[in-house]
């Protein structure tokens, strides 16, 4: 028993010069809000109550005529509340005929039809480790990918051979049975899965000894995988239809693959391009040189003009990473930076120690003037990063 409103209209949020097409209007909206089979919050199925006990007065002209002159006392003898008999709607089940035929949540055939319509499989997760090199240029890789299959021995029915599932006495076939239960409302009539077949309309007597009545057998299948040369940690390859078989049908799920790319002695990525520190000892530096210097793609000559600071970088354009395109193919290649970093010797020789303060009166060593303030080692990379390098 629940206990209504004074104000019907204000219940349906219309006024009370509202037509029956406005009245109904509101109803079905209300009601497709508050109704429990699509709204979870436990106080919706008391406002479904309060919705459909309103319009049951107020869609009846003589109890909407009754209910203005006398509000509740009119319609109920004065109790202020409505209770499971008193409702018509030229019959109760015209509530439920409409909401188990409304779009998308009926009780009966809709959702039905939504329990065996087709299913798609779940993905699968395979976690593959790559050197950094087969991260750059690709690679062709066999995995093992254990997932759900047909089972061979009762092709897929659950049955042991020679014998065949039959339609479940319960349901009829139809995977579902009728449930009624009370509610303030009347006798609310649901359809429910059923507890013998699990849905499914069929039983097996003798399950298949290989699968036990799944019709499905956990396999190892080997797949070729081609990566597509860019790859990193943040890529996602996806190998469609390889997953866990779809049901009533649909098609099966993927294989969804996460990379883990290994790191390199010499080499690290930023984004499409790879950076390398090299280092030129003094001579080299102020004199200038052609050094030699590792790529992915062998060895290249990089000359290092006089006067080169430490953390000058240099671009060897096209050795750096493929670019991978949203139709998951390479299209072009970033760059190698080279970043140089000038060695200070350690330990001299006697005679490197010499030159070296010759070296040193000739620049007039003591006469330099503190440097002033600017950008040091770090900033200027930073700089280089953002656009501003050679």
């Known amino acids: 028993m629940s206990t209504m409103p004074r104000d019907l209209y204000e219940v349906l949020g219309v006024a009370k010069s509202a037509s029956p097409d406005e009245i109904k209007k509101a109803y079905r909206r209300l009601a497709r809000q508050y109704h429990p089979d699509v709204n979870p919050d436990p106080a919706a199925e008391d406002s479904f109550k309060e919705v459909a006990a309103a319009y049951e007065v107020l869609s009846d002209p003589d109890k909407r005529a009754r209910y203005d002159r006398f509000g509740m006392a009119g319609v109920n003898g004065?109790?202020?509340?409505?209770?499971?008999?008193?409702?018509?709607?030229?019959?109760?089940?015209?509530i439920f005929d409409f909401m188990n035929n409304f779009a998308g949540f009926?009780?009966?055939?809709?959702?039905?039809?939504?329990?065996?319509?087709?299913?798609?499989?779940?993905?699968?997760?395979?976690?593959?480790?790559?050197?950094?090199?087969?991260?750059i240029f690709g690679a062709e890789k066999e995995i093992d990918v254990a997932r759900l299959e047909k089972c061979e021995h009762c092709a897929g029915s659950g049955a042991e051979p020679g014998t065949q599932p039959?339609?479940?006495?319960?349901?009829?076939?139809?995977?579902?049975?009728?449930?009624?239960?009370?509610?303030?409302?009347?006798?609310?009539?649901?359809?429910?899965?059923?507890?013998?077949?699990?849905?499914?309309?069929?039983?097996?007597?003798?399950?298949c000894k290989e699968c036990r009545g799944s019709g499905l057998?956990?396999?190892?299948?080997?797949?070729?995988?081609?990566?597509?040369?860019?790859?990193?940690?943040?890529?996602?390859?996806?190998?469609?239809?390889?997953?866990?078989?779809?049901?009533?049908?649909?098609?099966?799920?993927?294989?969804?693959?996460?990379?883990?790319?290994?790191?390199?002695?010499?080499?690290?990525r930023r984004e499409n391009d790879i950076l390398?520190?090299?280092?030129?000892?003094?001579?080299?530096?102020?004199?200038?040189?052609?050094?030699?210097?590792?790529?992915v793609d062998g060895d290249e000559s990089l000359n290092i003009p006089p006067g080169t600071q430490s953390g000058k970088v240099f671009r060897i354009k096209g050795h750096g990473v493929p670019k991978i395109r949203s139709d998951g193919m390479s299209s072009g290649r970033g760059d190698e930076l080279v970043i140089v970093q000038v060695v200070v010797p350690l330990k001299l020789t006697a005679e490197q120690r010499r030159l070296f303060e010759e070296l040193g009166h000739t620049l007039g060593g003591a006469d330099f003037e503190p440097q002033k303030s600017g950008k040091g080692f770090f900033d200027r990379v930073l700089d280089f990063f953002g656009g501003e390098g050679s």
């Not at 390398?276 to 790529?295: E, F, H, R, W, Y």
């Open 78 to 94: 004065g109790s202020g509340g409505f209770g499971a008999e008193g409702f018509g709607f030229g019959g109760l089940d015209d």
């Open 106 to 135: 009926s009780t009966g055939q809709s959702r039905r039809g939504a329990r065996n319509r087709p299913r798609a499989g779940r993905d699968i997760r395979y976690d593959m480790n790559l050197t950094f090199e087969e991260s």
């Open 166 to 207: 039959r339609r479940c006495p319960d349901c009829g076939g139809s995977g579902e049975i009728r449930q009624t239960r009370a509610t303030l409302l009347g006798n609310m009539v649901e359809m429910m899965p059923c507890p013998r077949c699990r849905g499914r309309g069929e039983v097996v007597d003798t399950p």
């Open 217 to 268: 057998l956990r396999k190892n299948r080997k797949l070729k995988v081609s990566i597509p040369g860019g790859v990193d940690d943040t890529t996602r390859l996806r190998v469609v239809n390889e997953g866990e078989p779809g049901e009533n049908g649909g098609p099966n799920g993927n294989v969804q693959i996460f990379f883990h790319v290994a790191p390199h002695e010499f080499f690290r």
């Open 276 to 295: 390398l520190d090299m280092k030129v000892n003094v001579s080299q530096a102020a004199l200038g040189a052609t050094i030699t210097v590792p790529t």
